[in-house]
């Protein structure tokens, strides 16, 4: 059972834009925070972007300003979209739902996003 299909990603030159979508079960998605999530290769995962079911974002630093998450609750989706992207930005993004320092369910196969120089 797919609970989590990401798509969106692709190659872009450094000051470009994409925009990211992500389609979640109603199980994982109804009534909670839902997040952005990115892996760079050798490095930990890491949360870039939240929002809470009422829509209230919350980004790290590495991203503020620059990254702009939403949601569409009768999609059941999130997006992420990124302009003025850096080749630091440069990694597979996935979503899930953030419980604490852990995840409400498997990751899905995320979207590569590479951003040239």
């Known amino acids: 059972q797919v609970q989590l299909v990401e798509s969106g990603g692709g190659l872009v030159q450094a000051g470009g834009s994409l925009r990211l979508s992500c389609v979640a079960s109603?199980?994982?998605?109804?009534?909670?925070?839902m997040g952005w999530y990115r892996q760079a290769p050798g490095k930990p995962r890491e949360l870039v972007a939240s929002?809470?079911?009422?829509?209230?974002?919350n980004y790290a630093d590495s991203i503020q300003g620059r990254f702009t998450i939403s949601r569409d609750n009768a999609k059941n989706t999130i997006d992420l979209q990124m302009n003025s992207l850096k080749p630091e930005d440069t990694a597979v993004y996935y979503c899930?739902?953030?419980?604490?320092?852990?995840?409400?369910?498997?990751w899905g196969q995320g979207t590569q996003v590479t951003v040239s120089s």
């Open positions: 899930n739902r953030p419980i604490g320092r852990f995840v409400a369910a498997s």
């Open positions: 109603v199980t994982i998605f109804s009534g909670n925070t």
């Open positions: 929002i809470t079911s009422s829509g209230s974002p």
